[in-house]
């Protein structure tokens, strides 16, 4: 079992810059694939994010490309979201999950991940 912890987030305006943090502990890290996702309100949960081979290789939806990057320290056990540039839409629950065994094609996926962490909120105001 993996135990995640996210924090970092809060209420910020449009055009600011947040940093989101993932904590993990229960077993070795660099071995885990790392995703970042995030729910708005009466949406469903969408994919953000991933990092995988010990942070060797990184993936971006394509609404946050250019403006988030996803980075981790494996000998903290932590992964990063950096989030730069934010507008209203980044508005949501934001996720850290983690998985030992997703194959590269089901890494978009919230079914792909067993390990999830309770959310940190992220609000942009206009």
């Known amino acids: 079992q993996v135990q995640l912890v996210e924090s970092g987030g809060g209420l910020v305006q449009v055009g600011d810059s947040l940093r989101l943090s993932c904590t993990a502990s229960?077993?070795?890290?660099?071995?885990?694939?790392i995703g970042w996702f995030r729910r708005a309100s009466g949406e469903e949960r969408e994919f953000v994010a991933a990092?995988?081979?010990?942070?060797?290789?990184?993936h971006y939806a394509d609404s946050v490309k250019g403006r988030f990057t996803i980075s981790r320290d494996n000998a903290k056990n932590t992964v990063y979201l950096q989030m730069n540039g934010l507008k209203p839409e980044d508005t949501g629950v934001y996720y850290c999950?983690?998985?030992?065994?997703?194959?590269?094609?089901?890494?978009?996926?919230?079914?792909?991940?067993?390990?999830w962490g309770q959310g940190t909120r992220v609000t942009v105001s206009s």
């Open positions: 990092s995988r081979r010990g942070g060797t290789t990184t």
């Open positions: 999950a983690a998985d030992s065994g997703i194959i590269l094609s089901q890494l978009r996926f919230p079914g792909a991940y067993d390990n």
């Open positions: 229960g077993r070795t890290f660099s071995t885990l694939t």
